[in-house]
Structures are given as structure tokens and as C-alpha cells.
């Protein structure tokens, strides 16, 4: 019987495929029967033999519709490529926040999919984020710092509060930020900073808020930042 329920417990969960290096565009059926779109990047040389590290990104605000594969291709990948990580990055539930409850949701289950079904280091794992993405990084950070090891928020407002938080912080932002302007960002940073907390920020110039593919050489400084933090 225990081997019985076993079997049906890894039935009912949700899985996803394994697949070869290179960026594959797939969709998870979530809780419901509602469809979770997302973009995967497989880093070369990756094997289940051996644990890899793991990125969250989360995309800026707009349409929704394959957001996720645009973020992955345009900052995310190509700045945190050295990294070695397997890279997901999913498409909103509609129009809104990522702190929406089906928003929340869908990113949890897609998470725990994920993790089911590759060889992640548990210990070396990211969320980042551009713009709703960057707003979004802070909040899965604050809600589960059970899960990441480090939020790496791009062009995001912070929360109004960062009380009790924990959790090492590189946050990437522009001065000539229009839409995000920088201030919040470097009140918080000094904020965790005072409490001890592992926090920086990377001060770009010259940048607007909508040229998503100038931040990639300072989302780029993560890499080093983050291979010391998990010395």
C-alpha cells in the first residue's frame, strides 16, 4: 500500500520535461486546468548527474504573451549565462502583478515542477526580474526566503517596508530611471545595509527605464557577486 500511494502521489504531481541545452518555450498545466506559459533555458553541458544552479525571471508589465521568453533572451540570459544555471522564466496570469494570487500560485507550482524534474542546487538559487519583474523579485523574495538564496531586482520599486528581512541583495538600477526612479531603491539598500543584511546596488547612468537590453553589463556584475556568496 505505502508503495501504492507513492506511485500515485508522483502521478498527481505536475512534471516537466527534460530537455536538451538551448531555450525551449513550453506550457504547464496548472491548478485547475489553467496553462502556465513559460521559457526554460538548459545550460550547455548540463546532466542530471550533477546539481546546477537555478534562476527565476520574471518579466516587465505589459502583454503577457511570451514576456517571459522576451526577458530571458533580452537581460537575463545573456547577462547570467556564466552562471551555468538553468534559467525559467514565466508568463503572467493576465495583467497583473506578480504578487496577484494567481500569480503567486502559478510561480510556486511551476518552481516545484521544475525542481522535480532537474537537478537544482538548492542552495544556489536566484530570482531576478526587470521593471514589474524587479517589483516582483523583492516581493517572492520578502514572502519566501525559504527558497532563493539571493534577489537580484533590475529597474524594481522596493516595498514600503524590508522590516525582518534577511535575504543577500544586488539590485541593479538606473539614475536616468523615468518610470522606477532610483531613490526608493538606494533608501532600502542603506536600510539593509544598517541591518547587516549582504546588500549592493549597481548605479547605471546614462539608461532609460525601457531600454531593457542596456542593463545587461550590470546585471552581468551578479555573476561574481553571487559565485563569492556561495562560497
Known amino acids: 500500500m505505502p508503495n501504492l500511494l507513492l506511485a500515485l502521489a508522483m502521478f498527481a504531481a505536475p512534471q516537466v520535461p527534460v530537455l536538451s541545452p538551448g531555450v525551449h518555450s513550453l506550457t ?26 537555478f534562476v527565476l525571471a520574471l518579466h516587465f508589465a505589459g502583454d503577457p504573451r511570451d514576456a517571459g521568453k522576451a526577458v530571458l533572451e533580452i537581460l537575463v540570459r545573456p547577462a547570467l549565462a556564466d552562471l551555468g544555471a538553468i534559467i525559467v522564466a514565466p508568463d503572467a496570469l493576465g495583467t497583473g502583478d506578480w504578487s496577484t494570487p494567481e ?73 536616468n530611471d523615468e518610470v522606477a526612479p532610483i531613490a526608493p531603491t538606494e533608501q532600502r539598500i542603506k536600510e539593509l545595509e544598517k541591518l547587516g543584511v549582504h546588500a549592493e546596488l549597481i548605479t547605471l547612468s546614462g539608461i532609460t527605464h525601457f531600454q531593457t537590453y542596456r542593463f545587461v553589463d550590470g546585471l552581468k556584475r551578479a555573476v561574481p557577486w553571487l559565485k563569492e556568496l556561495w562560497k
Open 28 to 53: 504547464l498545466q496548472g491548478a485547475g486546468g489553467q496553462p502556465i506559459h513559460y521559457a526554460i533555458s538548459i545550460p550547455a553541458g548540463y546532466s542530471q548527474s550533477a546539481r546546477v544552479p
Open 103 to 175: 500569480n503567486d500560485r502559478a510561480v510556486n507550482q511551476l518552481l516545484d515542477a521544475v525542481m522535480a524534474s532537474y537537478s537544482i542546487d538548492t542552495k544556489k538559487m536566484v530570482v531576478t526580474g526587470f521593471s514589474m519583474g524587479g517589483r516582483g523579485t523583492w516581493y517572492f523574495a520578502g514572502k519566501y526566503p525559504q527558497r532563493f538564496s539571493a534577489a537580484i531586482p533590475v529597474a524594481g520599486v522596493p516595498p514600503a517596508s524590508i522590516a525582518g528581512w534577511k535575504m543577500p541583495v544586488l539590485a541593479v538600477h538606473s539614475r
